[in-house]
Nanobody, 116 residues
Framework: QVQLVESGGGLVQPGGSLRLSCAAS????????MGWYRQAPGKERELVAT????????NYAGSVKGRFTISRDNAKNTVYLQMNSLKPEDTAVYCC?????????WGKGTLVTVSS
């Protein structure tokens, strides 16, 4: 059974930074593509960033490129999302995704609120 547990969300002022973590309780982590998605109130879920299993190829939504960085530590089965220069429109529930062998697995999410 795959479990993904996010942490690191909270309230931050515009321009501030947060680092999200997602710990995976599965040995398939190393072979899986990992990603972060977000869902703002009243909006559909959208891709934030993904990182491949081999070589760590990254992909970012245009709205976060240059401000957010996704990384992974395969020794710790953990994926991170460093978020800088946060804006009010980044407010959302951020969910971790693990994609492997045609299957998607999701964490419950962590709330990020950007407000003064």
């Amino acid at each position: 059974q795959v479990q993904l547990v996010e942490s690191g969300g909270g309230l931050v002022q515009p321009g501030g930074s947060l680092r999200l973590s997602c710990a995976a309780s599965t040995s398939i982590f190393r072979g899986a593509r990992m990603g972060w998605y977000r869902q703002a109130p009243g909006k559909e879920r959208e891709l934030v960033a993904t990182i491949g299993s081999v070589g760590g190829t990254t992909n970012y939504a245009g709205s976060v490129k240059g401000r957010f960085t996704i990384s992974r530590d395969n020794a710790k089965n953990t994926v991170y999302l460093q978020m800088n220069s946060l804006k009010p429109e980044d407010t959302a529930v951020y969910c971790c995704n693990l994609y492997w062998n045609g299957m998607d697995y999701w964490g419950k999410g962590t709330l990020v609120t950007v407000s003064s």
